[in-house]
Structures are given as C-alpha cells and as structure tokens.
C-alpha cells in the first residue's frame, strides 16, 4: 500500500523546529554545566613554545585553561583516531602536542562558569611560537604535487582515478576538433547555519551523555571510545536536529574531544560552542585545478577524454574524491584518461562538501563540453545528446535505470531552450546582455548497510528508530511516510527516533545514501512485523487469513489484508489483542548486496539563463530549471526543496563563494558569512524543479536512489556556459565576479 | 570579547560628561558594528554609555530650508521618512542600498557616520594593522586587497569606509552637528572622514569626547535627477566594490550643479571639485559624463587585486550620471541596472 509514499508531505518536525521544541546540541543543559572556550593558534606551522594562561586563570569565574601540557591522558595511536570516514594518514589530535598544522588549530580550552567569562578569558591567553615557513598556495606548490598511489583497500580503492581505456593521448592528437582548457575551483566552506557545539554531560560513574552536533552519532561514540579509551556503554551521543552539515559533520569535530576532556578533567558537565571564525578550520571543499583535454569528430561524437585532477589536502591526511572519474563514465568515448594528484599544504584536511567530486569535477567537463559544442559549431544540448550512453563507460555495465534523455527533453521544453540564437552576445535585453547556457548532472545512487527497529503497539501506533540523522533534509519525514505504508497505518501512528548512538546501527548521513538505505530497511522490518501478526493471525479461531503464505498478505488501513482476497483480513489489533501481545518488537538490518552487474547513478539537466550588464558586468541569475531523474521520489516537497537548495548553491558557487586565503598569514580571511557570500534571496530568481519519472525495479525494492546532491551538479557549469553565452567571455576559474569579466 | 561596563546617559550633557571622565569610554547606540568588533577585541572599551534612549530621534525641517536629522535616527526610518523620501531621494536610496532590513532596524545616523572599515586584517588581531595597531604594518598592501582603496590611499592604510549613507551626505553637503566638553561645532562632511595619511588608527575628526548629536541637510535636495549606484559581488547584502551618488540640477539639456560622490574606493566619501566643476555648464550628455569620470579617477592606484576598480568606476559614474539626467534613478528593489 502506497499512501504517503510519493505525496508532497510537510516535514512532521517542522512544528518543533519553528517552536524551538526541537533542541540542538548547544541548548541542552544540566546542573552545574560549565562552558568551555577554545584558543586558537595564529601561526600556521610550527611549536607552541609555551602558553601562559595566569592571566586568564586570574579571571573570577574561571576553572581552568586546558591544553597539551596539563589534559588527562589521550590514545596515542592513529587507529584510535581514525573516524569512519577518515581519509589515509594520521588524523589530527586536538591538544594532543605543542606542534602547530595549520592556522586558527585549537591549542587551549578556557572552562569558565559562564560562556562570556570564558570567551573573555581566552582573550587573555598568551602563546609564544617558534614558527616555521609555512605554504598555503596551490599555485606555489602544484609542481611538486604527489601523484596517489594505486591501492586495493578502500576507501582509497574507491575514491582513486578509474582505469584508463584505450590510447587518449593518441585519440586527441588525432582528433579533428580539440578542446582543452583549465578550470578552477577554490576552497569553499559548508557554512551551515548551526555552530558546531557539544554538551558533555557528566552522568558519574564515568558516564557520558553527549549531545553533538554530527552527521554520526555512532561514529562520534566509537570515536570517543577511542580516544579516551572509554566502554561503549559508557558513552551515549544524541544529535537529535542538527542546523545543517553539507558533509562538514561526517568527521567528529574538535569541539567534541575538547569537551570530553574538560568533562573528565574536572568531572562536571561541559559545553564547548565554536565561534562562526572557528567553523572555517573544520573542513573544505578542496581547491582544485583541472584539466580537460576533448576530442571529437565533426560530427560531434568524443573520441578522447583526458581528466586530470590537482586536489588540495593537508600535510597529514590525503583526502581525495574521484574528480576525474565522471568525465569517462557520463559519454560515450572510446579513450579515456585520469590523472589524480595531490598537493599537500598547511592547512587542515580537506573534507567532502556538497556532493563531492561532481560538484567539481562535473563543472570542468561540462564547462569543456561547451566549449567543445562551441568549436563544433554544434548547439549544447546537442552535443551531449550525440554523446549520450546507455552503460556506465567506466565500467561498461548498463544502468539499473538512466532516465537522462529524459530529463534533457522536458528540462528543455520548460526552459524553451529551442528558442536559443546560438552565436554569443547574440540575445539582449535592453542595457543586459542574456546567455542561456546548459549541463548535465550526474551523482551516484548509493546504499548502505542500516538498521531499523520498529516497535508496534497493540493500540496501532509504531515506533521506528535508527541511529541515522536527519540533517535538516526531511529524513523524519520521509521514515514516516514509509512505514505508515508498509505497516498500513495512518502516518500520525508512526513516531521517529533517530540521532541517538544507542538506537540501531547506522553508518553516518552522508553522499544521499540514508533515503534508500533506511526506507528498505523499514519495508524490511515493516515484513518481519508483518510475518509476526500473521503468525497471530493464524491463531485466531476461523481466522480467514488461516491458509495465506507470508507473501499473501499486505498491511493496510490497520489491517493484515490477503493480496490475493481483500475480503480476507484481521485487523493489526485483534490479532494482537487475540494473541495477548501488547507489542510486536523487530530489528532487521538490511545489507543492499550488490552483484556489481548494474551502474546506479542519478542524473539530471540544468538550463539557465542568466543577465548581464554589459558595461558594468553585473551578472544576474534569472531563471533556472532543473530536471532531476533520481528513481523514486519519497516526499515531492521535501525533495523540491532539496533541489532548490541545491541550485542556490550551485549559483554561490558559480559567482559568489571562495574561501579568501593570505598565503603570508597561512590564514582564512573572510571567516564570517558576511565576507563569506553566499546567494541571498536578491541572487535567486525563478528556480524551477522537475522530477522525471524513472522507476528502477532492481536497485532496490522500493525503487528509491535518494537525492539531494544531484541538485547542485552541473549548476555552476550551466551558469558559466551561460555567462560565456551572453558576454563570449569564457571564465574558467569559479567564482565568476565581475572584474573576470573585464580582463 | 572583554568584560565592560554599561552605564546609560540621563541626557547630552550627562554623555558627554560620562565620555570626558573615562578614556577607555565608547558609546553605543545600534551596536551594529560595535559589537561585533568587541566580539573579534578589535575594540575593548572598558565602559560603554548607552546614548540610545537620549532625545535625537527627530527628523526636522530647519530655518533654511534644510533638514535636521537626529544622531539617533535609525537607518530605516530616515529612509523611509516623508522628508527625506521627498525632498532627498538620494539619501533614502543610499541607505537601502546598505546592510539588512534588520541591520538598518538598529544602525542609527551617527553610528552609521562612524562605522569602521571591513578590511580582513583590521578585523583579525592575529595579523598587522595600523589602523588597528598603530605601526605594526599594513597586511593588505601586499595581501588580499580586491576590496581595498584606489583613491588617497597611504603607505600606512588602504582602507575604505564602508557606508552607503554617507556616499550620498557628502553628495548632498551634509554638515556634521557634534557636543564635545568645549561646547558644540559643526563639521562640513567633506571634513568629517579622514584619509588615512600616517595616522589611519583616526578614521574621522570627531574628538574622542565628542558626541554627534545630528546630520544637518541643506535645501537643494536634488529631487529630480539623482540616482545612488551601488556594484557588489552579489546584488545585496554586500559592500560596494564601487558605489555612486550622482545628482544633478539641470536646465534644459544643460548642467547647472553637478555633485558626484563614491564609496567603495578610499577611507572616505570621495569627491573631486574639478570634475564637478567640469560638469557645470556643460550639456548632460555621454562625452562630458566620460571627462568627469576620468577626472574623478586621474590619481587612482590599484594594488595586486583591485586596478579593476579603476575602470569600473569610471563606467559606473558614466552609468549613474545618465540615470541622473534621465530620471531614471537606480531602484534599490529592482536589482537590474538602468
């Protein structure tokens, strides 16, 4: 039964969100809660000399400054550090020693009974370095970058170019139309609207209760495990809301050891909130030069593509994605080439954002695709449909499902991209010149192994909990419309619990996996409940369900209902009151084994349209429709917005975002989000979100691929397509401001 | 942030006093850009005097024609007001071309005359400033300086001032009303801000013990042709990169008296008599806008990140020049360029 499944739900913690019933890790409180205010280093590399805190100790109200000389005692291994989603090399330890990584680490925690008293007191904090040249600057060190080295473990196994098919470099230098050109991408940050924030609450005993703010709670528990040696029953996360996390809380965050320490140091219950400037350390979208090399007969069908990727890490982890890797997989070509290397700088990791990989990687080939389309003489859209594939070329399997051609056509038809004059600078609108510019989106359809426990009570409502979290895009929501539906109850039945370590296993919310993995694993649970009342079912005297198999019977309208007989039915509470059970309780976890036979990939085409001045460069953004084939949409509301949000961010990334570094200082500048730009509403105009049809019955049984990222895909592209198309200027590296437009 | 005192002035005089008895002293009306200065201890008053409820909240007409408007004004309602919306256009325009509806709620007259600069290093106390350190260097001569000054910069501070409001009062010769112990004065708006010369930490000529009690308007309000331009990164929200204020008083197709002021490129409202001049008596057409747009820009100097700067205020002037003439002033709403 479908009831919710596919409708346009609003999200059922809204209401406690507006109200502020709904409480983030910051707000949570508990007796004698002291706060904790972190000191950060102003160098970029080298040693902390000594940190003199009399000052700050001299503060009323101050209990201690924590830092590396004087904290508890910590692991001193790298495994004990390592998340589930680190990258390869030995992860940063906050406190941990006098070694300074990268401008603006944590080296001191001021605990104070107040968090003005604190923040005060961190001011008074002095630190002597004996610093060291420090480089911050891809440019300056791109010729020494480090190529990676092939491996067969994941996750570098995973994330390491593709293999090379066929003679690329043979295929371009014979190839009648050639493009190549270098795009760039600076390091951008997440900026969610939350601060990261732990309260640590000291249970006794040893005992913790951690509020955090994290896309994790289980990986934050194990973490913590980990680094303070603690038993895993001795230490419970909670992130029941979080405000935002783009991938910038997959990886615990400092704010969470420093509280923990504190926590342990002085026996109380701490919070640690990070400043707005604190939040730009955590983690980036790596700045990242690349090249494209395309080749392609007249008739405008590739023959070569060559993708080469230079991405930033820090000097102790290589975090890398798979940049290059979307350019060989979207389009037929018959040769093609990855290069993938790193330039290590001093700065801390890198770390996935928004779609990583594609965001980025996606925009350079699509930018190289218009070009290419340019130099054929050929309309975009064209072009890509001349180069469209049925199989995943990487691996040459077909598609579980590749509904693109028809995201092109009615991504088209809405925009009316047939009225395009092809020629740049062609089309005006008074003092602006108008560019229509396109791209393709492509973004993977993942899976991962989850956990769901549903609990039915014999009055009909249902409990459904997994340790997953819900990020801000709508997971409450979509868990309940999916077990209203496999438990056939009204969807006000179902209460949601998530963000919480203790509850069934879930690997962090991230890569618009959690959708599919969790809703099949509902309908899995949601079975084993079903086979538990028709065991009661069958029990009653002249129970019309007495011969029905397992797979005979539905749950609908509070009933175990005979598929092949509607007329035959029990409802849910008869059969729980007649077998005396006042609850049904299962947990079923749910693997998603793939034979690899399939490609799962979802798709999209952007078309934009965008205003410039033609004096002035003043470049306005005024009309956008995406169209998205993403299998199964849960929540056509919740989705939409998903969308939506994506599309302003890809037109921040296109004109607006770039985290400003001074490579003198190794030091983010514009640490705020005034400096920081972002679109705000006088950016974003007439965003238009289509959805087209794309049943997959063989990626999973509800036929979902899960969205959210694809949204941003190609965006940036499309709006510099656009930009080159209205003003024939070509910008290749992002963001777009007006003086590129002037050189 | 430093623990502070607060203490709240009973009337003008009693906030003079107050400042006159405490070196480490601010006041504090909006708070919109104080305090987030406090927050990055860029700034660390030892006391703040709270001059918000004091009685300089009136916009007036004077003897002369002119316009009265109280320190104390908030952003929003002097743009909004009947006097200003109808007899300086220019002025409500300017203001709404700055901050947030919710920034401009709190931002008051005076604070909005003293607001400091954005400069990235002047905020952040782990890098060299002069302005905020007196001698400790200037980090954005050779860092990031896209957003910086072209126009009367020093080696010392090529900052800019921020504000949008005052672009267009120093357009319109404004004079700043001021209450120091030694009684009151008033300072023309051409000499209120300061280049930065050698001495950036000053960024205007108001004594420390001074208070700003209001912003004086003269009568010629250029109700017709005028316009305020404002070019950011993005289309609001933003500092100017480059910001006009352009009025004009014509008769017929000729320029009888020509103002042009620009933010966005020096430590303060930038204005050039000689090309002012230039445009007097002259026709209001695109060659005369051009040669008051070079002479504007004559001395201007980029750095490594912001000579584009340079051509893009001269086409920008040009630009709001011709909304001036034509009627057509810039909406703040409307974010397409006339």
Not at chain 2, 5 to 21: P, T
Not at chain 2, 126 to 134: F, G, L, S
Not at chain 2, 284 to 297: D, T
Request: net charge neutral; hydrophobic share 40%; with cysteine.
């Amino acid at each position: 039964m479908q009831k919710y499944i596919g409708t346009p739900t609003s999200r059922i913690d809204g209401r406690a969100k507006v109200t502020g019933e709904a409480k983030y890790a910051a707000e949570f409180n508990a007796p004698g809660l002291v706060h904790g205010s972190v000191v950060t280093s102003s160098i970029a590399k080298g040693r902390i000399v000594r940190i003199d805190a009399s000052d700050a100790l001299r503060v009323a109200g101050v209990i201690d400054v924590l830092s590396h000389e004087n904290r508890l005692p910590m692991a001193s291994t790298d495994s004990a550090y390592k998340d589930e989603t680190a990258p390869k090399g030995s992860p940063f330890r906050p406190l941990y020693e006098d070694r300074i990584m990268f401008s603006g680490q944590p080296i001191a925690l001021v605990v104070a009974e107040e968090p003005e008293i604190a923040r005060f007191a961190a001011s008074l904090v002095r630190v002597e370095y004996d610093e060291e040249a420090h480089v911050t600057d891809v440019f300056r060190r791109r010729d020494e970058a480090v190529s990676l080295e092939p491996s067969t473990k994941p996750p570098e196994s995973i994330f390491g170019p593709p293999k090379p098919r066929g003679s690329a470099e043979k295929a371009f230098a014979s190839a009648e139309v050639r493009h190549a050109g270098e795009y760039y991408v600076p390091i951008e940050h997440h900026n969610p609207m939350e601060l990261y924030a732990s309260t640590v609450v000291w249970e006794g005993d040893g005992k913790l209760t951690i509020y955090d703010k994290t896309q994790g709670v289980q990986n934050v528990q194990r973490y913590v495990c980990g680094v303070f040696d603690m038993k895993p029953d001795d230490v419970r996360v909670m992130s029941a809301y979080m405000g935002g996390g783009f991938g910038s809380g997959l990886r615990p965050q400092y704010e969470v050891v420093l509280a923990v320490l504190a926590a342990q140091a002085l026996e109380r219950s701490v919070r640690v909130v990070l400043t707005r400037q604190q939040m730009y350390v955590l983690g980036y979208r790596p700045a990242m030069i690349q090249r494209i090399e395309l080749g392609a007969r007249p008739g405008g069908t590739l023959e070569a593509i060559t993708h080469e990727a230079i991405t930033v890490t820090s000097q102790y982890e290589d975090f890398y994605r798979q940049e290059s890797g979307w350019s060989g997989l979207l389009y037929t070509c018959a040769n093609a080439k990855y290069v993938h290397k790193l330039v290590r700088l001093d700065l801390p990791t890198s770390c996935d954002m928004r779609c990583p990989s594609a965001a980025t990687g996606v925009y350079a080939l699509e930018c190289a695709m218009d070009e290419l389309a340019v130099a054929l003489k050929l309309d975009p859209l064209e072009l890509r449909l001349r180069c469209y594939s049925d199989r995943d070329q990487n691996t040459n399997r077909p598609y579980s499902s590749k509904s693109l051609r028809a995201c092109y056509h009615q991504g088209a038809e809405a925009f009316g991209w047939d009225k395009r004059s092809p020629e740049p600078r062609s089309m005006r609108d008074g003092n602006e010149l108008v560019g229509w510019g396109m791209a393709t989106g492509i973004w993977e359809a993942l899976q991962v192994p989850i956990a769901v426990r549903i609990v039915l009570s014999a009055n009909g409502h249902a409990e459904v909990s997994c340790a997953t979290s819900d990020i801000g895009t709508g997971t409450y929501t979509i868990m309940a419309q999916v077990a209203a539906d496999m438990l056939g109850l009204p969807m006000e039945n179902i209460t949601i619990k998530l963000g919480d370590s203790t509850l069934p296993q879930s690997p962090v919310e991230g890569g618009s996996w959690i959708a599919a993995s969790v809703s099949n694993g509902i309908a899995t649970t949601a079975d084993a409940i079903r086979g538990e009342l028709l065991r009661l079912a069958k029990q009653m005297p002249n129970s019309p369900l007495a011969d029905a198999g397992p797979d005979e019977v539905a749950l609908a309208d509070g009933k175990l209902v005979s598929t092949p007989d509607a007329s035959r039915a029990v409802s849910i509470v008869d059969a729980m009151r007649h077998g005396a059970v006042d609850r049904i309780e299962q947990e079923k976890s749910t693997t998603f084994a793939d034979d690899g036979s399939k490609g799962h990939n979802t798709h999209s085409a952007v078309f934009t349209e965008v205003k410039v001045d033609e004096q002035l460069g003043v470049i306005r953004v005024t009309r956008v429709v995406n169209a998205v084939a993403a299998g199964r949409i849960l929540n056509i509301k919740t989705a939409r917005s998903q969308i939506m949000g994506s599309v302003v961010w890809g037109i921040g990334m296109a004109l607006h975002e770039e985290t400003l570094l001074d490579h003198t200082f190794g030091r983010v500048m514009n640490a705020n989000i005034a400096e920081y730009q972002v679109p705000v509403n006088a950016d974003v105009h007439d965003i238009k979100v289509i959805f087209v049809d794309e049943p997959d019955a063989t990626i999973n049984r509800l036929g979902i691929k899960g969205l959210g990222e694809i949204g941003i895909v190609g965006v940036a592209a499309a709006v510099a397509n656009a930009i080159y198309h209205a003003t024939g200027k070509r910008v290749r590296d992002l963001p777009i401001t007006l003086d590129k437009l002037q050189r | 942030m430093i623990n502070f005192e607060y203490a709240r002035a009973s009337d003008v005089a009693d906030a003079v006093r107050q400042i006159a008895g405490d070196p480490g002293a601010k006041f504090i009306a909006g708070g919109t850009n104080l305090i987030d200065l406090m927050k990055e201890d860029v700034e660390r008053p030892s006391r703040l005097i709270d001059i918000s409820r004091l009685p300089l909240n009136k916009v007036e007409e004077t003897a002369d024609g002119g316009v009265r408007i109280g320190a104390l004004v908030p952003n929003s309602d002097l743009a909004y007001h009947p006097l200003i919306e109808q007899r300086y256009p220019m002025l409500g325009s300017a203001i709404l071309a700055g901050a947030s509806q919710q920034l401009r709620n709190m931002a008051s007259t005076g604070g909005n005359l003293l607001q400091r600069t954005r400069c990235y290093y002047f905020y952040d106390t782990a890098t060299p400033c002069n302005k905020r350190e007196p001698g400790s260097g200037c980090s954005a001569i050779n860092g990031l300086n896209r957003m910086h000054a072209i126009l009367g910069t020093s080696e010392a501070c090529i900052a800019t001032h921020p504000s949008d409001m005052c672009v267009a009062l120093a357009a319109l010769d404004a004079k700043v009303q001021v209450i120091g112990p030694a009684g009151e004065r008033t300072i023309s708006f051409a000499d209120f801000h300061r280049l930065p010369w050698d001495t950036p930490q000053r960024d205007t000529n108001l004594e420390p013990n001074e208070l700003i009690t209001a912003v004086e308007l003269p009568a010629q309000g250029f109700r017709t042709n005028y316009t305020y331009l404002k070019i950011r990164d993005r289309l609001s929200y933003a500092f100017a990169l480059v910001s006009v204020a352009a009025a004009l008083e014509l008769e017929g197709a000729r320029i009888k008296e020509a103002r042009v002021a620009l933010g966005g490129v020096a430590h303060k409202p930038w204005r050039d008599a000689l090309a002012e001049g230039a445009l007097r008596g002259q026709e209001a057409n695109p060659a005369n806008f051009r040669r008051a747009a070079h002479m504007l820009l004559r001395d201007a100097k980029g750095f490594a990140h912001n000579t584009f700067k340079i051509d893009l205020a001269r086409r920008a002037i040009v630009r709001a020049l011709t909304q001036a003439a034509r009627g057509t002033p810039q909406s703040q709403s409307n974010k397409k360029i006339r």
